[in-house]
């Protein structure tokens, strides 16, 4: 896992596409910064790669459930019935959304 130091630089570095990271290095990212920017900027992210591999491993089901789960979980958020380390942002469940696309992409390649 990086020092705070690399991990700073991993987040400022813009040639390190970040949208590409899978769930697992970018929840070990967000396990490591406090910083309320980070945090929201790697949750956005973080969703749309648990997203991507889950559909691209499961496939249009996985796609059709994905939707209303995301919304489901910002309403919950966003009511105060979850709390996280981040707020209810709408930008998650877009997030979730690019990822569906993306592992449909790759369910059927």
């Known amino acids: 896992?990086?020092?705070?130091?690399?991990?700073?630089?991993?987040?400022?570095?813009?040639?390190?596409?970040?949208?590409k990271m899978s769930h697992a290095d970018l929840y070990m990212l967000r396990a490591r910064?406090?910083?309320?920017a980070e945090q929201a900027r790697l949750a956005r992210l973080e969703h749309q790669a648990f997203s991507r591999e889950a559909t691209a491993e499961r496939g249009p089901l996985m796609a059709a459930a994905i939707p209303p789960a995301a919304m489901a979980y910002w309403?919950?958020?966003?009511?105060?019935?979850?709390?996280s380390r981040t707020p209810a942002d709408f930008g998650q469940v877009t997030g979730a959304l690019t990822g569906v696309g993306e592992g449909l992409r790759d369910y059927y390649k």
Do not use: F, N, Q
Not at 33 to 36: I, K, L, N, R, V
Not at 75 to 83: E, F, N, P
């Open 1 to 19: 896992m990086p020092d705070a130091a690399a991990l700073a630089r991993v987040l400022r570095d813009d040639s390190v596409p970040l949208d």
């Open 33 to 36: 910064t406090t910083d309320p």
């Open 75 to 83: 309403l919950m958020k966003k009511s105060g019935a979850v709390k």
